[in-house]
Each structure stands twice: as structure tokens, then as C-alpha cells.
């Protein structure tokens, strides 16, 4: 009797950890392959295993197209217009609406949109943003290829990513590397944050996208660093967030143009000799350096040396988020903003006014 428990047991351990393994095997595989998914797709070749985006790049490299302004003679203007500049734009909605770089369609008469599948469409440009260098415009057609995209995953320093644009004019191309920083401010304006890649950038790349190794969309391609008339070539290239370039897109179809809010003032950072000869408790807020006569910061006789420490009620930490801050605001609304003038503290009102472009002034 002993010995038949024994066995019983003995047997159920065993079917147990049969059903186990099989459970393991089976399973194992397809977690490893939804993990890898996001990487990298592994494919048998002729010594193995090996990496490939392939899989990134079909899902994207569709609604990448190739964009070509042209400029009409106006002294001869029955003539074929000219190619005044070349770049790349991104397909991003069912609509026909494509973001690509301000540059890359300044000034141009006729704007062509190219699609990898032979299509070729006049486009019309919805609005454009000197001060982001975005621009959206729009075509008509039918079964467009929609770029992935998901605003809510941040591209972080050492992701691997992939360039697609249509460099020289070579037709579309695919470079790789990876965010080699982010939050790369002053580049333009000083409100961007831009990503820094080592992928290339060349003439051409301009407005495409940079895609992450599942094929979804986290910037739009910008600039390539350059020292002199040295041009590109040294791994330092820059993209504009998506997150920021989906926003800029949203305003650009509802408005035409970006509604910025202006204060009129130029500032910088509380230095530790400012703080001790100014009386600050500490290095927190922004200096004011210059303020515009006809600006509204004049209207609320605000004055060089004053410090901004809170716009409407949050601590001001330094130059960059006060900026952004102020662009942000409605222009015609009215906010206080608490300030130190000679050690004491003073609430100020301000109605925010309208920064205009160089594009649009």
C-alpha cells in the first residue's frame, strides 16, 4: 500500500513538472519575441541569427515623402518654375495633413508632395511657424499611409533610432543611431527642446522623420550641426520632439499660424554676486536685463534689475520655463507675477501681449 502511494506520487510529481516545462517552452518564445518586437526583428540568414528594423521601416517609411518647392519667374512666369529647395515631410493624418520643416517651403510659388508609391500631389501649405520651423500642408488623396505615432512614450538618451528622408535627392533613405541628448535648448529661438542624434541629417533630411525601432514617429528632422561653412558631417544632428511638433501642428490647421504671448522683456539667471548685491534670498527666478518701452512689462512698469520669482502663483526657476510660460499665455489675459525690487516683494499685474514672428511682423 506503501509502495502504491509511493509510485502516486511520485507520478503526479512527474506529470506536473511535464505540464510545467511544456507550459515554459511554449511560452518563453513568444514573450522573448513581443519584448524583442519593440528592438529588433530577428531573422534566419545564411550564418544565423541577425538584427534587422525592417519591420520599423515598413510601418513608417510609407508616409514619409519627398517635398519639392518650386519658384515661378515672375518676369516669365508661362515658364516651368524652377527647384528652389528640396526636403521631407510626414503624412500624419487621413486628412492629407503633413508636417515638415518651415525652411524647406519658405518663399517657394508651387509646393509638389511626392509618395513613395508614385503618387505625386500639389500640396497647399496650411500654416507655417518660422520660430519652431514646422510647417503643415495638405493634400488630397485617397488610401494615404499614416505615420505611427504615440505621444505619451518620451525618447530618452541612448534609445536607438532611425532617420528617413530624402537626402541630395537620392530618393528615400534610412540612416540609424541614437539620441545622443535631449532637452537641447537655444538651437533656435531658446523655447525649443530639441532631440540630439548621431543618425545622419543630410540636405534633403530636412522634415522627415525620426522614428523609433518599432517604427513610431518622435521627431521631425531639423538641422545638422555645422562649424563655419564646414556643413554637416559630425554626427551632431537635431529633431524637433514630436510631442512639441504634434502641438504646433494642431495650432497651425486651427489658426494658420501659432499664437504666441509676449511680456517684452529679456532676462537671465540670478547669479550668486547679483543675489548678494540685489538682496535675494536665494538664486531662484529670472533678472530682468531689458524691457521692450512698447512692450506690456513697460505698461506694468517693470524695470531692469527687478526679479521675477512666481508667474501666477508658480516659482519661476529660471529663464527657460518663464519663457515658456509667457508663450503659452492667451495674449490678452491678464496674470500677476510676484517680483523682488530692492529686497521687498510686490505683486504686479500684467496683460500679456502678442509676439509676432519675423514671418508674420
Known amino acids: 500500500m506503501a509502495l502504491k502511494d509511493t509510485l502516486l506520487y511520485v507520478g503526479k510529481a512527474v506529470i506536473f513538472g511535464l505540464i510545467m516545462a511544456a507550459v515554459f ?19 534566419r540568414g545564411d550564418n544565423g541569427f ?10 513608417a517609411a510609407p508616409a514619409v515623402v519627398n517635398i519639392y518647392s518650386l519658384s515661378v519667374n515672375r ?15 510626414v503624412i500624419m493624418s487621413n486628412e492629407g495633413y503633413i508636417l515638415t520643416n518651415y525652411h524647406v517651403i519658405k518663399n517657394a510659388d508651387e509646393i509638389v508632395v511626392a509618395l513613395q508609391d508614385g503618387r505625386k500631389f500639389t500640396s497647399e501649405v496650411v500654416g507655417s511657424d518660422s520660430i519652431t520651423d514646422l510647417a503643415v500642408l495638405k493634400i488630397e488623396g485617397g488610401n494615404l499611409p499614416i505615420v505611427p505615432i504615440n505621444l505619451d512614450v518620451p525618447a530618452l538618451v541612448g534609445d536607438v533610432v532611425l532617420a528617413i528622408g530624402n537626402p541630395y535627392n537620392l530618393g528615400q533613405t534610412i540612416t540609424q543611431g541614437i539620441i545622443s541628448a535631449t532637452g537641447r535648448n ?3 529661438s531658446g523655447y525649443l527642446d530639441f532631440l540630439q542624434t548621431d543618425a545622419a541629417i543630410n540636405a534633403g533630411n530636412s522634415g522627415g522623420a525620426l522614428i523609433d525601432t518599432s517604427g513610431q514617429l518622435i521627431g521631425i528632422n531639423t538641422a545638422a ?3 563655419g561653412e564646414e556643413g554637416g558631417g559630425h554626427g551632431i544632428n537635431f529633431a524637433i520632439p514630436i510631442k512639441l511638433a504634434h502641438s504646433i501642428m494642431g495650432k497651425l490647421i486651427k489658426d494658420g499660424r501659432v499664437i504666441r504671448g509676449a511680456l517684452g522683456i529679456t532676462g537671465e539667471p540670478i547669479s550668486s554676486v547679483m543675489a548678494q548685491i540685489l538682496n535675494l534670498p536665494d538664486l531662484t527666478g529670472v533678472m ?10 513697460a505698461q506694468a512698469q517693470l524695470a531692469p534689475r527687478d526679479v521675477i520669482t512666481k508667474y ?4 519661476v526657476p529660471g529663464v527657460e520655463m518663464l519663457m515658456d510660460r ?5 495674449p490678452g489675459k491678464q496674470i500677476t507675477m510676484t517680483i523682488i525690487r530692492k529686497g521687498k516683494y510686490y505683486e504686479v499685474p500684467v496683460t500679456i501681449g502678442e509676439n509676432l514672428s519675423a514671418d508674420e511682423q
Not at 516669365?76 to 528640396?86: A, F, R, V, Y
Not at 530682468?288 to 512689462?297: L, S, Y
Not at 509667457?326 to 492667451?330: G, L, Q, Y
Open 50 to 59: 541577425e538584427l534587422s528594423f525592417s519591420k520599423a521601416v515598413r510601418r
Open 25 to 43: 517552452l511554449f511560452v518563453t518564445p513568444l514573450l522573448t519575441n513581443k519584448d524583442a518586437s519593440n528592438l529588433f526583428i530577428q531573422k
Open 225 to 227: 550641426f555645422q562649424v
Open 312 to 315: 501666477e502663483g508658480e516659482v
Open 326 to 330: 509667457i508663450a503659452e499665455t492667451t
Open 186 to 188: 537655444g538651437l533656435s
Open 288 to 297: 530682468i536685463t531689458g524691457v521692450d518701452p512698447q512692450g506690456p512689462a
Open 75 to 89: 518676369n516669365q512666369p508661362l515658364n516651368t518654375g524652377s527647384l528652389q529647395g528640396l526636403g521631407s515631410g
